[in-house]
């Protein structure tokens, strides 16, 4: 991201002129870019530096490599926005994609302290506990720990999941969630979550965090979602 | 349905979390040792180690080799819907923000730039690259790119003292009023690794905007990468109407 020049080490040059085409529409999505030899070629710099370059837009979801096809440019990332409430579906649907979920685990659970302090109810109250796998077109998208006190909706343990989403079920028993206060942090997953998402343990995950509130400022969710960046940009609107 | 659903390590996960709120431990605190914690938790070495690592992976705690586990200081938290909290929020918390400035002079827009700034090309740009530090400790480089011809004659202002939205609010009556941003990803590289103080090839926040004037003049466009570990952003969701 530093300011690019010709003192700059060759492969950030690269990338950027990489990054510059793709945005000018110069590489359009679903095309292949030069080949490493090509481009080798073209800035006379050696393949390695190329594929140094190359490598860093792999990462960011820019590029993707298909063996033995080469390097192909991917269509615009999807934007979601960090200002709206709304369920994931209904982002989803919004974007003309299909959202689908795969419910790992849906349980009762004692608050115990730390949920007791969040939801503002005794430890030995009890709390919905899920936790699934959030698609969209079929692909992994995030992670979502979701926790709802048993009060808040109790028919919730009878309601299957996969067919409803939370917000709809929220609808249906007319819960308003008014607002949610939301923090974004980086993180990882272990192994044994990683693999839901279809990446390795060192990858770098968006955290969004969200605590959910009705119009009388009680908190009746609280949620962990463990985003793949590269699927997604996120935007938002500030103001002086 | 499962009725009594918690895994022990989650268990410790949230025994310590407590632990740490009831015990008013603050950063830099050191953690009891193992062996005290497995008693006053309750629990194994094998899981108390789990949820240690987990802890230190979400950056609750931090470990150094010998020393034992301890609390990490709490991240800043930069509000994502008004411009400039950085430095507010630096304040806020307590914290001092400072600045150096790594490039600042005046380019002529290239493609790229004329398209982000709607300029045509060749208008001059003046670029500031400045890091910026929290207590000393770098936390972000950020890339400004400013259109020159709001702001003549900015470039004899040292930004390591200056605050680049005073300077162009008071003394060029710049009217800054609101932008957009776009957030990311990315990895830094040997160059910005050296400048932050971490590892080659670590993962921080990119992000990217522009910044207009009441009547949608483009006035800066800008680019940063922010260090994960220190920084959180934050903002408050509603109902679209």
Known sequence: MSNIDYQSPMYLQLREIIRTKIEDGEFPPGTAIPTEHELAKTYGINRLTVRNGISSLVNEGL???????????????????????????????????NPSFQILTKSLRNAEHKYSKIFNIQPGEQIFYIKRVDYIDNEPYSLEEIYIPHHVVPQLGDIDLTIFSVYEIYDFYNIEISYSQQTLDLTQLDQSDARFLDIDSSAPLLLFTNTSYNEADTVIEYSRSYTRPDKANYKVHFKR | MDNSYLKPREEVVEKIEYFIDQNELRPNDKLPSERQLCEVLGTSRTTLRSAIKRLIIEGVLYSKRGAGTFVSPGKLVQNLQNIQSLSKSAMEANKTLTAKVLYA?????????SKRMKLTLGSKIFCLQ???LIDGVPVTIEL????YSLCKGIEQYDFSQDSLYKVLEEVYNVDIDHGTESLSVTFVSEQESDLLEVENGTPVFYVTGHVYTKSEKPIEYYKSIK??????FSSVLKHKH
Not at chain 1, 67 to 89: A, N, P, Y
Not at chain 2, 105 to 113: A, F, P, S
Not at chain 2, 144 to 147: L, P, Q, T
Request: charge should be positive; hydrophobic fraction near 35%.
């Open chain 2, 144 to 147: 400004s790119y400013i259109d």
């Open chain 2, 130 to 132: 400045r890091l910026r």
């Open chain 1, 63 to 97: 590029l993707k490599r298909i063996q033995g096809k080469g390097v192909f440019v991917l269509g615009e990332k999807r934007e979601h926005d960090l200002e709206t409430l709304e369920g994931f579906s209904q982002m989803v649907r919004k974007k003309n994609a």
């Open chain 2, 227 to 232: 260090r994960a570990d220190l920084i959180r």
């Open chain 2, 105 to 113: 002079d005046i380019m002529e827009c290239n493609k790229e730039l």
